[in-house]
């Protein structure tokens, strides 16, 4: 069974920084597979990336999706107040499976 | 817009059962594949189950802890979704999202409904 290691646990950055968050599959993953999910508290689970690479509808091109085989990053290029929240990658090899989630808060 | 909306949720003993229910819009619910996602207290997400469209044979897939207790169905000519939990256990706490299922991903998740077990 494929398992899915978020990495950090926290990442603490300020406004106007590069987010780096690390997804980490224990086998090799389709690409076609990979997709990245934002949740702010209380709220829904958002659909940020699909594909590894593609962003979904209404996304702004800050967030970026890469990697393939068993590691994939979510970037943000330069954070917005908005962008703190927790953040999961997911991936579809058989049942779907989530990550454990990175935490990114304010520094 | 896509529009998925939950409920039925609330509190039940260990051991009984609830059904939920998830009304669609905005979108050809009869040739969408659903989902259920759940998210317990304090935790990360887990997947819980899949329904295809019926031109894809209607046949689902369940996540390990909750087959042959949970049972996912659809009624496509009301656009609802519904997923029956039986033999419930205080760890199926957990807020529960229905989502339209894309492909491999989570395209769209309603707000969820809290479901509460505990005696």
């Known amino acids: 069974e494929i398992v899915l290691t978020q990495s950090p646990g926290t990442l603490s950055l300020s406004p106007g920084e590069r987010a780096t968050l690390s997804c980490r599959a224990s086998q090799s993953v389709s690409s076609t597979y990979l997709a990245w999910y934002q949740q702010k508290p209380g709220l829904a689970p958002r659909l940020l990336i699909y594909?590894?690479?593609s962003r979904a509808t209404g996304i702004p091109d800050r967030f970026s999706g890469s990697g393939s085989g068993t590691d994939f990053t979510l970037t943000i290029s330069r954070l917005e107040p908005e962008d703190f929240a927790v953040y999961y990658c997911q991936q579809f090899g058989g049942s779907p499976l989530f990550g454990q989630g990175t935490k990114l808060e304010i520094k | 817009e896509v529009q998925l909306v939950e409920s039925g949720g609330g509190l039940v003993k260990p051991g009984g059962s609830l059904r939920l229910s998830c009304a669609a819009s905005g979108f050809t619910f009869s040739n969408a594949w659903m989902s259920w996602v759940r998210q317990a207290p304090g935790k990360g997400l887990e997947w819980v189950g899949r329904?295809?469209?019926?031109?894809?044979?209607?046949?689902?897939d369940y996540a390990a802890p909750v087959k042959g207790r949970f049972t996912i169905s659809r009624d496509d000519s009301k656009n609802t979704l519904y997923l029956e939990m039986n033999s419930l256990k205080t760890e199926d706490t957990a807020v529960y999202y229905c989502t339209w299922y894309k492909g491999g991903y989570f395209d769209s998740w309603g707000q969820g409904t809290l479901v509460t077990v505990s005696s």
């Open positions: 329904i295809k469209s019926k031109t894809d044979g209607g046949t689902t």
């Open positions: 594909g590894a690479s």
